[in-house]
């Protein structure tokens, strides 16, 4: 019996089906799709140039911050922080968090602020407060503000702003819903902070970082600049701005909403040509799932944000607290995340224990030390091989001058007919590389050791070491120019001891042009380290010098 089968021209074509399936779901999707992208956009808007806005300031302080906030709007725009300086200079002022400037077009740089708000979520009528609205105060203490404004319908908008101790800002909205209609909107809140753009680039990251979507996201200004702009979906998490040691932060509620988030730079931030610096304003923002007020009811939401210094201690008791995740990455610990963390906190417990972090990074690289102790004594003990066996090793040398794939034979079957493994002295310093890099990191994020004085001459461990060889170390009164390399004293005594380390050690290679590159390896430490943290230059003279002691004390 034949089989009925389908002509091909009259065949279903999968091609064409696709398309208009496609072009059926687009159109239904442009007549009743819900056009939440657009209602959840948050318009990048510049401060006015000519305009200045209407302010009325009311002073706050709390134990770590100090500033204003304007009652028009609500957008806080002036936060300085009490325990840190600019510098170490005597009249050095406060670190500005955020900062308000009042004539962009004469100043050299743009206003730095967060700002909490409500989008309404129906078109016609804006019955919510906008940056232009004039909120009244109902009550103020020290730590808390609570404000009201109420609308045409009176529907009734109440907002207590709430700092605790340290640095988190927390913003309670009620919205009274004393109408006969229903309420609708979007919270939402941004932090827009201004950065040079010709800022050389920072020791740890600088710009935009947040944990979204259960992933760690870090952009610097530079890859925001222009026309980008990164969106993000999430239900918990935190977003915003951050240096070395300071930040503002936005964390929406802990309670699992969901949220839309994004990072852009706003319009055209620069100061004029005239000026020596040329500043661009950036913007992170969230704006969260709609909200619904039935009539006679009240609907309340919560949004954080952390306004401060980046204090380890306080920012993993947030992160408790508040079920903030992955609070901690907001401070750039680096590659070697699994060792610098720790790191920071016993060089903390050492501080606390002796009061002086010069003294606690001494105690810290003895620990390190210790720690390595089996390591490094069993790499001195081959070498101290080595270096009876080198008679033995110049013979053979000699022997073969003329023929070096003898003299590696030759020389190989001593290692192994003595036991002595040419390559166990790098083991050690490899074994470093890592505490190095770690400890780097320590140094220059840890907000602990940022200006923290050691002895006599250094008075920040975070910063190089301020004297230099070309000006006979502070005795000939001229600022050397900054072309030339950075050989402050530490550097120096850090080249002595790795001089005095080389010597003690047998020369391996049998390049003779190698062996003499070797001899130049302390003068290039001493300008590579030149220019970096004071503290880490200490732990690694410590480092040779306990090197040395233990080479001896083999001997």
Not at 204 to 211: A, K, L, N, P, R
Request: glycine share 4%.
């Amino acid at each position: 019996m034949e089989k009925n089968v389908t002509p091909n021209m009259q065949r279903p074509s999968f091609f064409k089906t696709f398309l208009y399936v496609f072009f059926v779901f687009m159109v239904l999707n442009i007549l009743f799709g819900k056009k939440k992208e657009d209602l959840k956009t948050i318009n990048p808007i510049s401060l006015t140039k000519k305009v200045e806005v209407k302010r009325n300031l009311v002073p706050f302080e709390t134990k770590l911050l100090k500033g204003n906030f304007n009652t028009v709007g609500l957008r806080i725009d002036d936060i300085i922080l009490k325990k840190y300086k600019k510098s170490l200079a005597e009249n050095s002022k406060n670190v500005e968090l955020l900062k308000y400037v009042k004539d962009e077009k004469d100043d050299a740089e743009k206003s730095s602020y967060v700002e909490f708000g409500l989008l309404p979520a129906q078109e016609g009528e804006n019955l919510f407060p906008t940056n232009t609205t004039e909120w009244k105060v109902v009550s103020k203490t020290d730590s808390k503000i609570v404000l009201e404004w109420t609308n045409s319908r009176k529907i009734k908008f109440i907002r207590e702003l709430s700092f605790d101790d340290d640095y988190m800002l927390t913003v309670t909205d009620k919205v009274q819903n004393n109408s006969n209609i229903d309420v609708e909107f979007y919270p939402y809140a941004r932090v827009v902070k201004s950065n040079d753009e010709y800022a050389p680039i920072s020791s740890s990251h600088t710009g935009f970082v947040g944990y979204l979507n259960n992933s760690l996201e870090e952009y610097r200004y530079n890859k925001i600049s222009g026309s980008k702009l990164y969106e993000f979906n999430s239900k918990d998490g935190w977003l915003g701005f951050g240096s070395d040691y300071f930040m503002s932060v936005l964390v929406p509620d802990e309670n699992n909403q969901n949220f839309t988030a994004r990072v852009l730079e706003i319009g055209d931030a620069s100061v004029p040509k005239t000026s020596s610096v040329r500043y661009k304003q950036y913007q992170a923002d969230y704006v969260r799932d709609v909200v619904k007020v039935a009539p006679k009811k009240t609907e309340s939401v919560v949004a954080r944000a952390y306004l401060g210094a980046k204090e380890s201690d306080i920012i993993s008791k947030y992160e408790k607290e508040y079920s903030i995740p992955k609070f901690d990455l907001v401070i750039d610990y680096g590659y070697f995340y699994i060792l610098s963390k720790p790191f920071t906190k016993i060089l903390k417990l050492f501080y606390d224990f002796t009061g002086n972090f010069g003294v606690a990074i001494i105690l810290f690289t003895i620990l390190i030390r210790a720690l390595l102790f089996p390591i490094a004594q069993k790499s001195f003990k081959s070498m101290e091989k080595m270096k009876k066996m080198q008679p033995e090793m110049k013979r053979i040398q000699t022997m073969y001058a003329g023929n070096k794939q003898m003299m590696n034979m030759q020389l190989a079957m001593l290692y192994k007919k003595h036991g002595i493994n040419p390559l166990s002295g790098c083991l050690p310093m490899l074994v470093q590389v890592p505490v190095f890099f770690a400890l780097y990191k320590s140094l220059v994020i840890s907000i602990e050791m940022r200006q923290a004085p050691f002895i006599l001459w250094i008075k920040d461990l975070s910063a190089p070491d301020p004297t230099s060889v070309f000006n006979l170390f502070g005795l000939l009164p001229f600022t050397p120019y900054s072309w030339l390399p950075h050989l402050g004293v530490l550097p120096i005594l850090m080249g002595v001891t790795m001089y005095i380390q080389q010597k003690m050690q047998p020369m391996v290679s049998t390049d003779a042009t190698q062996a003499k590159m070797m001899k130049f390896l302390p003068l290039i430490f001493v300008v590579m380290f030149g220019g970096l943290p004071s503290g880490l230059v200490l732990y690694w003279t410590v480092n040779n010098v306990l090197s040395i002691i233990q080479q001896k004390f083999i001997k």
